[in-house]
């Protein structure tokens, strides 16, 4: 079960990246995966399970985000 307490946020939009405690399991970012799609279809975001940092590039192209 998707622990809400642990998600910064809530309302998805496109280029959002939802990040998830490191320690959270593959299967529950899966979930929220799942969930954000019945949630808004068609939605581009970024599930990522610890640090933001890192992400690459084509990760945050492919959310819309750019690295200056």
Do not use: C
């Not at 998707?2 to 593959?26: T, V």
């Not at 640090?51 to 750019?66: E, F, P, S, V």
């Amino acid at each position: 079960m998707i622990d809400i307490d642990a998600i910064r946020k809530l309302s998805p939009q496109d280029g959002d990246i939802f990040q998830l405690p490191e320690d959270a399991p593959q299967a529950l970012a899966h979930e929220l995966i799942e969930a954000l799609t019945i949630a808004k279809p068609g939605l581009r975001a970024v599930v990522i399970r610890g640090d933001i940092r890192r992400l690459d590039t084509g990760a945050m192209n492919a959310a819309g985000w750019y690295r200056a």
